[in-house]
């Protein structure tokens, strides 16, 4: 199993922004792909974005597409979340996951697909 421990979560007003970083350890970094998802109070976990093992390919939810950008760094064994022109409506836990599956890519993420999941963190967005 991979180990996962996001940091970056905090306050800031509408129209701020915020990189989240997951620093991953365990199993090998860069043979799985890496998502985050979103849980806003009341409301399911979501998928946000997703990145294949180079990252090459991202995928986005329609709700963050053009305001969230995903991305690795392999070396450092770190998956980042860059959000900008951020919402109230983004308020949420912000969970970093790891595929389950190793030299295996979707753009159809779901928490079936997840391996292992961060403790998560938390991001409030005031109007």
């Known amino acids: 199993q991979v180990q996962l421990v996001e940091s970056g979560g905090g306050l800031v007003q509408a129209g701020g922004s915020l990189r989240l970083s997951c620093a991953a350890s365990?199993?090998?970094?860069?043979?799985?792909?890496m998502g985050w998802f979103r849980q806003a109070p009341g409301k399911n976990r979501e998928f946000i974005a997703a990145?294949?093992?180079?990252?090459?390919?991202?995928n986005y939810a329609d709700s963050v597409k053009g305001r969230f950008t995903i991305s690795r760094d392999n070396a450092k064994n770190t998956v980042y979340l860059q959000m900008n022109s951020l919402k109230p409506e983004d308020t949420a836990v912000y969970y970093c996951?790891?595929?389950?599956?190793?030299?295996?890519?979707?753009?159809?993420?779901?928490?079936?697909?997840?391996?292992?999941w961060g403790q998560g963190t938390q991001v409030i967005v005031s109007s």
């Open positions: 365990g199993r090998t970094f860069s043979s799985y792909s």
């Open positions: 996951a790891a595929e389950k599956t190793s030299y295996y890519y979707t753009t159809t993420w779901s928490e079936a697909r997840v391996g292992s």
């Open positions: 990145i294949s093992l180079s990252g090459a390919r991202t």
